[in-house]
């Protein structure tokens, strides 16, 4: 019996963290989406150029290091705000280009409300099934490293139909991750909530922009 009493408040200690770091994770996660949508609109009023948003892309790049590195201590969460901002300004050029096309608006909006719907249904499939989906990170990865030499070798070859491809593929990934991500946070694979937060941000913004150049592309079809 004294062992089931231990085990009983282990158990129940190990929810209320998990809990916890739910919470947390996505308290920080809604700050710095509403964060990245700021500074992209700073970006997008300063009317930044492809080769900013290429630089700045490559700095957020870079400051993911730093987040990990420093998510154990205080100043976590200023550098989790500098890099969710500097990727959110990043966006600025190419909302730009969506926007000032017959309908823009629109794609970025139905962009933005599938990315929602997207990342809502399926993290509340995996908080409310509680599955683990942790046996596809290894495919995930694979793939993603597969799309990124893909999306690197169209730079030089500027195939549309790739392109397109890509972002379907990515779309996909994202999806995945998504399930990934949160099963390890409910899980208990994942403890710290700005690493946590990183993940989850990293797959919706690049699950919106994949998406954003999906209906693009359809709508220039039109």
Do not use: C
Request: glycine share 10%.
């Amino acid at each position: 019996m004294e062992n089931q009493s231990i085990y009983s408040r282990g158990r129940e200690a190990s929810v209320l963290e998990t809990n916890k770091v739910l919470r947390n994770t996505y308290s920080l996660l809604a700050m710095t989406l509403t964060f990245s949508a700021v500074t992209a609109g700073i970006a997008m009023s300063l009317d930044l150029s492809r080769m900013m948003a290429l630089v700045l892309s490559l700095v957020g790049f870079g400051l993911i290091f730093v987040v990990n590195k420093k998510a154990d201590s205080a100043s976590g969460i200023f550098w989790v705000f500098a890099f969710t901002g500097v990727l959110g300004a990043a966006l600025g050029p190419m909302l730009n280009h969506y926007a000032s096309m017959p309908g823009g608006s629109a794609l970025i909006v139905q962009a933005l409300g599938s990315t929602a719907l997207i990342f809502f249904a399926l993290s509340a499939y995996t908080l409310t099934t509680k599955k683990d989906f942790s046996f596809m990170g290894g495919f995930l990865m694979v793939g993603l490293i597969m799309a990124i030499i893909a999306g690197i070798a169209n730079i030089f070859f500027q195939i549309p139909a790739l392109s397109l491809a890509l972002n379907a593929v990515i779309v996909l990934i994202m999806s995945g991750f998504i399930l990934f991500d949160t099963s390890r946070i409910v899980n208990g694979g994942e403890t710290n909530y700005i690493r946590a937060t990183v993940s989850l941000y990293l797959n919706i913004y690049n699950l919106f922009t994949s998406l954003l150049h999906l209906l693009g592309a359809f709508g220039n079809d039109d």
